[in-house]
């Protein structure tokens, strides 16, 4: 497919910032989200990790570099959330991403949509690349035999058949790295730049970075629980 989609090619053996914030959080704004994405171009990232249309706009406005987009959305009955249905996938491509980012494990869908089907309508309305987000081998080889143009260990660790599994998800990567004929990125876990080394040196096509850089509000919350947990030097 990079032969189709020549932008998944811009992403060879670089570093991914994704660039996001709890909806509770003051960086939830589409102007720091920019800011944030394009310092992070600046240092040396080759694209950025974006979720909701809003925010991809702003980002679009300030780099020229890859966007990765992503509509989180929880939908009652269904726990998929990364780019459930085409309605959401189409919204952040109208708003500038250039590559879909969707949840492609293998958990119930609405609507009875499936990802072979999703990844099909991406690349035939909307013409753009897919990132499956997938938690285990089984659901990479599906997505990759669906059409899926990227593969993301992204879910490792966050789903059910993954819950006993702590990102990242390095074997996994292995394993999606010797068995598929796709790209693979690792995301997940990864918290230093020796990680995400390791990652390249494992086979990953790139390496995506989120919490680690750019999760200031988890970050601070983890320091300061720990923090909190001395007890104060008594004079």
Same mark, same amino acid.
């Given at each position: 497919m990079s032969a189709v989609f020549p932008v998944v090619e811009l992403l060879q053996g670089g570093l991914v910032v994704s660039c996001q914030a709890p909806p509770d959080s003051p960086l939830f704004d589409s102007e720091v989200i920019a800011a944030i994405a394009q310092a992070s171009v600046l240092r040396g990232a080759i694209g950025v990790r974006i979720d909701t249309p809003t925010h991809i706009q702003a980002v679009r406005q300030?780099?020229?570099?890859?966007?990765?987009?992503?509509?989180?959305?929880?939908?009652?009955?269904?726990?998929?959330?990364?780019?459930?249905?085409?309605?959401?996938?189409?919204?952040?491509?109208?708003?500038?991403?250039?590559?879909?980012?969707?949840? !492609? @494990? +293998?958990?119930?869908? %609405?609507? =009875?949509?499936?990802?072979? /089907? &999703?990844?099909?309508?991406?690349?035939?309305?909307?013409?753009?690349?897919?990132?499956?987000?997938i938690d285990t081998l089984e659901a990479a080889i599906a997505a990759a035999e669906a059409g899926a143009d990227l593969v993301g260990t992204t879910l490792y660790g966050y789903t059910? !058949? @993954? +819950?006993?599994?702590? %990102?990242? =998800?390095?074997?996994?990567? /292995? &394993?999606?790295?010797?068995?598929?004929?796709?790209?693979?990125?690792?995301?997940?876990?990864?918290?230093?730049?020796?990680?995400?080394?390791?990652?390249?040196?494992?086979?990953?096509?790139?390496?995506?970075?989120?919490?680690?850089?750019?999760?200031?509000?988890?970050?601070?919350?983890t320091y300061a629980q720990a923090i909190a947990q001395v007890q104060p030097t008594q004079l």
């Open positions: 300030r780099i020229e570099a890859p966007i990765i987009g992503l509509w989180k959305q929880q939908l009652p009955g269904y726990e998929v959330y990364i780019t459930p249905q085409f309605l959401q996938a189409e919204a952040i491509a109208v708003a500038g991403a250039d590559i879909i980012a969707i949840d !492609a @494990t +293998q958990r119930d869908r %609405p609507n =009875g949509e499936t990802v072979s /089907s &999703l990844i099909e309508q991406i690349h035939t309305r909307l013409r753009k690349p897919v990132m499956a987000d059910a !058949a @993954t +819950q006993s599994a702590s %990102p990242p =998800g390095f074997d996994l990567l /292995s &394993l999606l790295v010797s068995q598929l004929s796709v790209p693979v990125l690792c995301e997940g876990g990864i918290a230093s730049a020796a990680m995400a080394v390791k990652a390249l040196e494992l086979g990953a096509y790139s390496v995506v970075v989120g919490t680690a850089i750019t999760g200031i509000d988890l970050q601070v919350q």
